[in-house]
């Protein structure tokens, strides 16, 4: 069955694999992008996931092209990365507004019209660093462990209507934010991850479409790593 996809950050990166993987399965597809523009043959609109009228606005087009939103993926993020003594307060609160505060809002969002299908997939884009911590991601590491904390606590409350929360904790990615890596810093990440490479975005994208799919009705409140083994144990 055709649903209706909306992917935050979708212009680029992971979100664009998961958009463009939606987009083959059939499903009508938008994204959010930041004045980027969309991508070639993607429904685009601009949204800044910080700003709450501008998530309103955005689901406001995307439910006049398409009708209400049916599978959410919170993915738009972004790194701050420095050690704690260094980390100013505006470092560490606009991360988290972007990555957990944004995740809410549009979760808030797209959760008022799935409640009255009563049918909806909320999927977060964590990330292994939640779960594990990482040196010089206090900020990070924080707003992605609450998305934990988040999609629980809604698949808790949303269950009773066939409404999922869950969390995909990927590991290392071929993106934009990883290129921005060292050679040695990459080295010694690649060294602990078991499979012993990094993913394409595609690999997450996968696992994304997989959850939303039909063969995941009964997977609420997961945590799913797609990080080759990064992060076993947490
Ligand atoms: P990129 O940096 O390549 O892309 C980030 C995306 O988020 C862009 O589309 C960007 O839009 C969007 N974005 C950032 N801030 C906002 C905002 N305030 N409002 C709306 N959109 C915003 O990142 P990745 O594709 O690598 O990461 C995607 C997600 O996956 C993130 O949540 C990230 O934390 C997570 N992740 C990534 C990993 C990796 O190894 N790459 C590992 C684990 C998790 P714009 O183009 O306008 O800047």
Redesign the pocket.
């Known amino acids: 069955m055709s649903r209706t996809v909306l992917v935050?950050?979708?212009?680029?990166?992971?979100?664009?694999a998961i958009a463009r993987a939606f987009a083959e399965r059939g499903d009508q597809v938008a994204v959010?992008?930041?004045?980027?523009g969309a991508p070639d043959g993607l429904f685009g609109v601009q949204?800044?996931?910080?700003d709450a009228a501008s998530v309103d606005a955005a689901f406001t087009e995307v439910e006049e092209k398409f009708g209400p939103v049916e599978v959410l993926v919170s993915?738009?993020?972004?790194?701050a990365d420095t050690l704690l003594l260094r980390m100013s307060e505006d470092q560490f609160s606009s991360v988290l507004d972007?990555?957990l505060t944004?995740a809410y809002r549009v979760a808030k969002r797209a959760t008022s019209k799935m409640l009255r299908k009563r049918w909806g997939r909320l999927l977060f884009?964590?990330?292994?660093?939640g779960l594990t911590g990482g040196p010089g991601q206090a900020n990070?590491a924080a707003s992605?462990a609450g998305l934990v904390g988040l999609a629980r606590s809604l698949a808790r409350e949303l269950g009773s209507r066939n409404i999922t929360a869950n969390v995909i904790?990927?590991?290392?990615?071929?993106?934009?934010?990883?290129a921005v890596l060292g050679d040695d810093r990459k080295k010694a990440i690649l060294e602990q991850i078991p499979l012993g490479r990094?993913a394409s975005?595609a690999e997450?994208a996968e696992v994304v479409t997989w959850l939303a799919s039909d063969s995941a009705n009964y997977v609420t409140g997961a945590v799913i790593p797609v990080d080759g083994g990064l992060g076993m144990g947490h």
């Open positions: 935050t950050g979708g212009n680029r990166g992971i979100g664009l959010t992008h930041r004045g980027s949204c800044d996931v910080t993915n738009a993020g972004i790194t972007a990555n944004g884009i964590g990330s292994v660093v990070y992605k904790a990927p590991g290392f990615i071929e993106t934009d934010m990883t990094m975005a997450v």
